[in-house]
Every structure is written in C-alpha cells, then in structure tokens.
C-alpha cells in the first residue's frame, strides 16, 4: 500500500482521538451500521480531498465499511493531524498521503496521489481535487460517476464550472444542505476559530474590539461566539442585506478601513480574496492580531505584508504566530498573524468539534450514497442535497440528543396543503 505520513508511530494516538470523536457522532456512527450491512460502495474506489482530522477518520471508516476502496489525501498543507494519518493507515489500511505543513509542491502531489487510484468517486472539501482532475486529467473524469463538496469556497468555485459548461460529472453540495451550513459553518466555526485564536496566543478576549470581516454563517457565528466572550464585535460587509443583518443583531457595522484603527483581532471569513491590504496593515494599532478562517489563505495580503517587513523585522515570537514590525503612519507598528494565514482553526486548533461534524459527514456519506443511487439519472450539473437527506440528519441528530418534537396532526397537514380557509 502506498502511503505518505508524517510518523506512523503516531498511530495509538491517533485512534485513540478517533475513537475520543467517534463517541460525539451517533448519527455518521448510525449511517456506518446500516452501510456495514448494505456495501453501497461495493466495487467503487472513493477519493477525498479534506482536512485529515478525526472527525474525517470516521467518515473514512464509514465509506470503508459501505464497502468502497478509500484513499484520501489533505485540503490544506497545515490541518493535517498528522497521528490520525498514522493510525488511518495502520490500523484501517486506508492510504492516506498528508503530512501537517507539507510546502505547495507536496500538498499537490498528494492530490495526484490519490487520483492515481482512480477514483470512482471524489469527496472535495474547497474544489482543489476537482480541479486538479479537470485539468490536469480530463480522461479520468469519464470514469467518475460523481462526487460531493464539502464548503462554501468549493461550491462557488463547482457553480463556476457549471455556467462555463467545464464541470464534467455530477457533484452534490453538501455544504448547502441546511444541516450542514446552519450548524458546521455557524456553530463550528464560530467556536473552533476562537479556540484557534486562543490557543495560539492566549489572549483575553474581553474587552477587546474584534474585527469580523464577512457576515455570512461563519461571520455569524465567529461574531456571536466573540460577542458572547466579552468582545466588542465590529463587522464588515460587502452585501447591504447581510451588513443590515449584522446591525440588526446588534453589532458595529463599518468598513474595513475605519475599523483597522479600531481592532486589536481581526478575523477574517469572507471567502474573498484581499480583504486586509496594505492600507489597512499600516493604520493598525500596534500588537494587532490578524487571523483567517476562510478557506484559502488569500484574505489577509501577506505578499503586502512580506514586502513591509523583511530581514528581522519578521519572526516567529511562539508557534503559529509571526510578528511583521511595519512602518505605520508615524511609527513603526507589530502585527501578528496567526496560522500563516491559513484556516485558524484547523492550523492552530482541531477544527470544528466532533459532535457538529456529525452532521456535515452525515450528509456527505448519504449525498455518495445519493449519487451511487441515482447514477442513471445524474447530469454533469451541481446537486442540492435532497431535502429527505437533510430531514433525516436533523431527525436523526434530534434523536440522538433524546430530543422529540410534535408531529403534524392530519388537520394541521391539510391546513397547510389548503389555500382556501379565511
Ligand atoms: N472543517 C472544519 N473543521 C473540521 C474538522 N474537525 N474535520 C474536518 N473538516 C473540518
């Protein structure tokens, strides 16, 4: 078996955290059974491009025992949990070719890796798998009877393919699912983004103006978390209706180019590209913390920054936090920046938490399930997840919380189904 970790004797460790997640995902952990019974993915070979964590190990393990061949390397050169590599592939034989902070030539190889297996199905979390497919290996893509994506970033970039008439197979978004965008990007961000910025630093959150940059589930709940820590929570927008949301939910809306006097944090989650310059680094009070969450490290131009600081004015002061001493407007000013700009969360924390990614792998493992099923009928096109998928995560999440809620009375149904009562 072909492989590329870091330290396969990372690997008790490892399953020891897999198992610690595992407990916090009834519902993937319900899915599996029923899968381990059915093999929907006999006979197919299931290619994931995702953060390698131990919340993806039992989405891993799930598609394994569905009966599929699976090989998965990493989405992002710094979120490999390079134990749960370990013990992927030594205790599951699942081949995984990660390693945390591999350089950009790597992290690309790894994805070749793993198309050389020849997927039948690919599982992307931020479309680099899909698009390493497309072009570097169009011929390939004949043989791939779909596939499912994992996050915002990568649904715009598959929409994208899609109006240029470049997508050649189906792909589900499952980030679109309401179960997935309403709780991982909302809940799981919100929290695993200040765990991130928390443990890289361990600064006091209270009191301090945070600067969210982007409004949308994962500014929410980035903005909430913060405000409920003690934070004084400025936002930034683009979209008058979410910039409107964010004031009505009783934040400070203004512009990247106020607030960057303001900040002591700033977060970034835009999914954008350029979203502190230059302009903004050189107004910024001195210490000012900058951080990302958005899926590719382009919102913060660190080029710019870079180019400001060179020689000894940058420098590592801890693990994960480099300091740029810059020319500010009348004084020389540090800026930190956090995970290299990179996913804070996953670079300096473990990510989302167990227990909300639950429910995202719960709809990537039926949305494959979904695409097997219906492979006769499927265009080269973006899916939505199918509302029953998305019912049946929330049932059975709800469930597994020993939650029940009321049904609708026969009355009520045809209330609702009716256009002519008063
Ligand atoms: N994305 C965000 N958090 C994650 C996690 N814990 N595992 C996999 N992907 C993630």
């Given at each position: 078996?072909?492989?590329?970790?870091?330290?396969?004797?990372?690997?008790?460790?490892?399953?020891?955290?897999?198992?610690?997640?595992?407990?916090?995902?009834?519902?993937?952990?319900?899915?599996?059974?029923?899968?381990?019974?059915?093999l929907?993915?006999?006979?197919?070979?299931?290619?994931?491009?995702?953060?390698?964590?131990?919340?993806?190990?039992?989405?891993?393990?799930?598609?394994?025992?569905?009966g599929?061949q699976?090989?998965?390397c990493?989405s992002?050169?710094?979120?490999?949990?390079?134990?749960?590599?370990?013990?992927?592939?030594?205790?599951?034989?699942?081949?995984?070719?990660?390693?945390?902070?591999?350089?950009?030539k790597?992290?690309f190889?790894h994805?070749?890796?793993v198309?050389?297996a020849r997927?039948?199905?690919?599982?992307?979390?931020?479309?680099?798998?899909?698009?390493?497919?497309?072009?570097?290996?169009?011929?390939?893509?004949a043989?791939?009877?779909?596939?499912?994506?994992?996050t915002?970033?990568?649904?715009?970039?598959?929409?994208?393919?899609?109006?240029?008439?470049?997508?050649?197979?189906?792909?589900?978004?499952?980030?679109?699912?309401?179960?997935?965008?309403?709780?991982?990007?909302?809940?799981?961000?919100?929290?695993?983004?200040?765990?991130?910025?928390?443990?890289?630093?361990?600064?006091?959150?209270?009191?301090?103006?945070?600067v969210?940059?982007?409004?949308?589930?994962c500014?929410?709940?980035?903005?909430s978390?913060?405000?409920?820590?003690?934070?004084?929570?400025?936002?930034?927008?683009?979209?008058?209706?979410?910039a409107?949301?964010?004031?009505?939910?009783?934040?400070?809306?203004?512009?990247?180019?106020?607030a960057?006097?303001?900040?002591?944090?700033?977060?970034?989650?835009?999914?954008n590209?350029?979203?502190?310059?230059?302009e903004h680094?050189?107004?910024?009070?001195?210490g000012?913390?900058?951080?990302?969450?958005?899926?590719?490290?382009?919102?913060?131009?660190?080029?710019?920054?870079?180019?400001?600081?060179?020689?000894?004015?940058?420098?590592m002061?801890?693990?994960?936090?480099?300091?740029?001493?810059?020319?500010?407007?009348?004084?020389?000013?540090?800026?930190?920046v956090?995970?290299?700009?990179?996913?804070?969360?996953?670079?300096?924390?473990?990510?989302?938490?167990?227990?909300?990614?639950?429910?995202?792998?719960?709809?990537?493992?039926?949305?494959?399930?979904?695409?097997?099923?219906?492979?006769?009928?499927?265009?080269?096109?973006?899916?939505d997840?199918?509302?029953?998928i998305?019912?049946?995560?929330?049932?059975?999440?709800?469930?597994?919380?020993?939650?029940?809620i009321?049904?609708?009375?026969?009355?009520q149904?045809?209330?609702?189904?009716?256009?002519?009562?008063?």
């Amino acid at each position: 078996m072909n492989f590329d970790i870091a330290d396969a004797s990372l690997a008790n460790v490892g399953k020891q955290r897999i198992n610690w997640a595992d407990s916090e995902m009834p519902v993937l952990a319900s899915i599996k059974e029923r899968f381990a019974k059915e093999l929907p993915f006999k006979g197919h070979v299931v290619a994931a491009c995702m953060h390698i964590t131990t919340e993806t190990a039992n989405l891993l393990r799930a598609l394994k025992a569905g009966g599929a061949q699976v090989v998965a390397c990493a989405s992002n050169p710094l979120s490999t949990q390079d134990d749960v590599a370990a013990s992927l592939v030594m205790h599951d034989q699942i081949p995984i070719f990660a390693v945390r902070g591999e350089d950009e030539k790597t992290y690309f190889s790894h994805i070749d890796s793993v198309l050389d297996a020849r997927p039948t199905l690919t599982m992307d979390d931020g479309c680099d798998l899909v698009t390493r497919l497309h072009t570097q290996r169009p011929e390939q893509t004949a043989s791939v009877i779909g596939g499912t994506e994992e996050t915002t970033t990568g649904v715009i970039r598959l929409r994208a393919m899609e109006i240029d008439g470049a997508l050649l197979y189906p792909i589900v978004a499952v980030n679109d699912a309401d179960t997935k965008h309403m709780f991982d990007n909302r809940y799981g961000t919100g929290q695993s983004t200040l765990d991130g910025v928390i443990r890289a630093t361990n600064v006091l959150l209270a009191g301090q103006v945070i600067v969210v940059a982007g409004y949308g589930y994962c500014g929410k709940g980035v903005a909430s978390r913060a405000r409920g820590m003690g934070a004084q929570v400025v936002v930034t927008e683009i979209d008058p209706i979410k910039a409107l949301e964010a004031v009505m939910d009783g934040f400070r809306v203004e512009t990247m180019a106020k607030a960057a006097r303001e900040g002591d944090i700033f977060i970034t989650v835009t999914g954008n590209r350029d979203v502190i310059v230059e302009e903004h680094f050189r107004v910024m009070k001195d210490g000012a913390i900058l951080a990302n969450s958005g899926h590719f490290d382009i919102e913060i131009d660190l080029k710019a920054l870079s180019n400001l600081a060179s020689g000894e004015r940058r420098r590592m002061v801890k693990p994960m936090v480099e300091e740029f001493m810059i020319n500010g407007e009348d004084r020389d000013i540090k800026i930190r920046v956090l995970a290299e700009g990179r996913l804070v969360n996953l670079g300096a924390a473990e990510g989302h938490p167990a227990a909300v990614m639950d429910m995202s792998f719960a709809n990537q493992a039926l949305a494959a399930e979904w695409v097997v099923l219906n492979v006769n009928t499927l265009k080269p096109q973006v899916y939505d997840v199918p509302r029953e998928i998305d019912d049946e995560v929330a049932r059975l999440k709800l469930a597994s919380m020993g939650i029940d809620i009321d049904v609708l009375t026969p009355i009520q149904r045809e209330y609702l189904g009716s256009w002519n009562h008063g």
